[in-house]
């Protein structure tokens, strides 16, 4: 058993009442000390490293709002990277937490605190959204940080990374992100493998694995030689009172010219909605109203 994966298993017998639930860090001492990246909110400090069941001196933690991770070459990055260089960090752990402050505070609601504080919104970039890296969902931002860190070049690929998600109402872990499976990062151009792909369709696509572009065949015409039969050099302006005229084109070889004679063929407007009872003069008697649209119903499930 490795040592998240014992980390899990003793928090969650502990969470279920066994009081016998621990981990033993000397055997796992290849894989300590860990470098843990977590959220500012006060609530945690009770929690950590004892939800974690390692010593104090084994848990290097960083910290910042949201546990927000916004690229691969931040100062966040940075942190992590030197954690690993020179204190020596064996495995990273970025961990969420349930009730995030910073994941209830939309946008405008953010700008608006700042605001009170005296921060113009003319001093602030431009896509708040993407300069503060706010999210709605603590999951999805851990899994979102998670697959910066992994694509990080400053981040060795023997370097596991996970990603947790903290309940902070009895300090139970969900371990989201495995870091000791294969991390399926986000492709690059030109990089994905398509035969090892995990995915159904497109591991179906495995045979274009090794597709050779060069052997593609090109026809050798020339883009715009289909467009048409005709020369456009031969289209001669209308002048008319000593100003030049737009260019007419006559209509191609079969198809119509719009016009007076050509109106019949022209599509019926659309049907018009009759509001039921009403009637106006001059309509057919027998034309048919529309229902009403439909509204979904509201169930109130607390009275059954």
Not at 12 to 26: C, E, I, W
Not at 123 to 151: M, Y
Not at 157 to 172: E, F, M, S, Y
């Amino acid at each position: 058993m490795r040592l998240f994966e014992a980390i899990v298993d003793a928090n969650h017998r502990a969470v279920a009442g066994d009081a016998s639930a621990g981990l033993h860090p000397a055997d796992f001492a290849d894989a300590l000390p860990i470098i843990a990246l977590t959220c500012i909110d006060p609530r945690l400090n009770a929690f950590f490293p004892n939800v974690l069941g390692i010593p104090a001196d084994q848990f290097i933690w960083l910290r910042n709002a949201g546990n927000i991770v916004t690229g691969t070459m931040t100062s966040t990055m940075r942190s992590l990277a030197l954690g690993c260089a020179v204190k020596e960090g064996r495995e990273i752990a970025i961990i969420g937490h349930t009730d995030c402050h910073v994941s209830q505070t939309p946008t405008m609601l953010l700008l608006d605190k700042l605001k009170r504080l005296g921060v113009d919104r003319s001093q602030l970039p431009e896509n708040i959204s993407e300069f503060f890296g706010t999210f709605a969902s603590e999951r999805q931002n851990v899994i979102k940080a998670c697959g910066f860190v992994r694509q990080s070049p400053l981040i060795g690929p023997k370097i596991p990374v996970h990603g947790l998600v903290v309940d902070i109402t009895n300090g139970q872990l969900d371990w989201i992100v495995n870091g000791y499976e294969t991390w399926q990062t986000l492709p690059k151009p030109g990089a994905i493998d398509f035969a090892q792909s995990s995915s159904p369709a497109i591991g179906a696509l495995g045979s274009l694995a090794a597709f050779d572009l060069g052997e593609m065949k090109f026809p050798n015409q020339r883009i715009g030689d289909a467009a048409g039969q005709r020369d456009l050099g031969d289209i001669k302006p209308m002048v008319s009172g000593g100003t030049v005229a737009a260019p007419r084109l006559d209509p191609m070889p079969g198809q119509p010219q719009l016009g007076a004679e050509n109106s019949a063929r022209r599509p019926p407007p659309p049907t018009e909605w009759v509001k039921p009872g009403s009637a106006r003069t001059g309509e057919n008697p027998n034309k048919k109203p529309l229902p009403p649209p439909i509204r979904s119903k509201i169930v109130d499930r607390d009275r059954g």
